[in-house]
């Protein structure tokens, strides 16, 4: 369900809450790799608040991130929440002390994962819990019944509000769905990686968000030259386009663009916001990914 909002792209209905489309990842706020504090305590402070300052009700983290220091900065910045805030969070992979993600997916580790992540943010219950799947190289086979079940457990106790599922195939996404309802699906996905294509449209009838990351990643330099080609003539950013073309791609689509500055923040939003691609523009970014 699309609706109007001052941000580019409206909102979509997650679940029992209802989010902007342009939304907020907070990935970023930690230090380098996601490990440790960030340089400027003060300035990623300033960027969550500024964040919802512009209207943007989605916030993505995860207590992974740090560990721990970017939900802490999450709360500090805007703790009592918004009413109208909801903040997704991931559970499934831990971190070492070389900055790995080894998984943590079995039930014990999930639950304290959720309770970690109540604890950091400062909360009853968490509004999105999105379940991580595969790896760094992407989505791994296998079931995710176990893991899953264990959340729709908590769900039930009232920890958690909606689940959605991260980094998983399909075949992984739609034996989640056998399970407990998912309002969302964060994979990765952007003009050079389109590998779910159909999943995006599926999903998108079944009335579930798509949530892509990396918006930028993995792109050749052939196909960065093709992005900037157009952004140049568009007079915009290859990241204000990439943007645009997800949210044109399909209405299901929510966006995490992260960033660690308050002037970057601002130019994602009005950068998307003033883009509007034609048809002829679409055609020449699809080829991209060809």
Same mark, same amino acid.
């Given at each position: ?75 500090? *910045? &805007?703790?009592?929440?918004?009413? $109208?805030?909801?903040? #997704? +969070?991931?559970?499934?992979? /831990?971190?070492? =002390? !070389? ?25 009853? *219950? &968490?509004?999105?819990?999105?379940? $991580?799947?595969?790896? #760094? +190289?992407?989505?791994?086979? /296998?079931?995710? =019944? !176990? ?25 992984? *996404? ?117």
């Amino acid at each position: 369900m699309n609706i109007a909002s001052p941000l580019p792209g409206g909102t979509w209905k997650l679940g029992d809450r209802t989010a902007t489309r342009f939304g907020y990842g907070a990935m970023q706020l930690a230090g380098p790799w996601a490990m440790g504090p960030p340089d400027d305590r003060d300035g990623a402070l300033a960027v969550l608040r500024e964040a919802v300052e512009q209207g943007i009700t989605h916030i993505d983290t995860s207590d992974a991130y740090g560990p721990r220091i970017t939900n802490q900065l999450i709360r500090e *910045a &805007l703790h009592p929440y918004p009413e $109208r805030l909801l903040i #997704a +969070t991931k559970v499934g992979a /831990g971190r070492d =002390a !070389e900055g790995g993600w080894p998984t943590a997916r079995d039930p014990e580790s999930l639950r304290r994962q959720v309770h970690e992540n109540l604890e950091s943010l400062g909360t009853d *219950a &968490l509004d999105l819990v999105n379940l $991580r799947m595969g790896d #760094a +190289t992407g989505p791994q086979r /296998g079931s995710i =019944a !176990e893991a899953f079940e264990t959340l729709a457990d908590l769900q039930q106790q009232g920890l958690i509000r909606n689940l959605g599922v991260s980094n998983v195939s399909a075949e992984q *996404a739609f034996e989640a769905q056998k399970i407990a309802p998912v309002v969302c699906v964060q994979n990765m996905y952007n003009l050079a990686h389109r590998d779910d294509d159909e999943l995006v449209d599926r999903l998108a009838a079944d009335g579930i968000a798509y949530v892509p990351f990396f918006p930028l990643g993995g792109f050749s330099p052939l196909q960065a030259g093709a992005l900037s080609s157009v952004a140049a003539r568009l007079e915009a950013t290859s990241m204000s386009v990439a943007l645009a073309w997800l949210l044109q791609r399909s209405e299901n689509i929510l966006l995490i663009p992260g960033t660690s500055r308050v002037a970057h923040l601002r130019e994602n939003i009005t950068g998307v916001a003033a883009l509007r691609l034609s048809d002829e523009d679409v055609a020449e970014l699809n080829s991209i990914g060809t």
